[in-house]
């Protein structure tokens, strides 16, 4: 499996350790492999991995995407 690490990606939300983009490219007959970002810390109180997403900047636009939250008191 290919490792590549791509600046672009946003650091963990969680640990904000650098983010690490995985897969791609082919295997074999079963044709394409998924993308698949997570956070590259192994002490990462979360361990957070991104689903299997087939466009490299789809997996990309997911992992940055953030929910902001506004709480009222």
Do not use: H
């Not at 690490?5 to 904000?16: A, D, R, S």
């Amino acid at each position: 499996m290919n490792t590549v690490e791509v600046t672009q990606l946003l650091p963990c939300p969680f640990c904000g350790s650098k983010a690490m983009i995985t897969g791609g490219g082919t295997q074999g007959k079963k044709g394409r492999l998924p993308y698949i970002i997570k956070c590259s810390s192994m002490l990462c109180p979360v361990g957070l991995t991104s689903k299997p997403i087939y466009g490299k900047i789809e997996a990309v636009d997911a992992w940055n995407s953030r929910i902001n939250y506004i709480c009222d008191k």
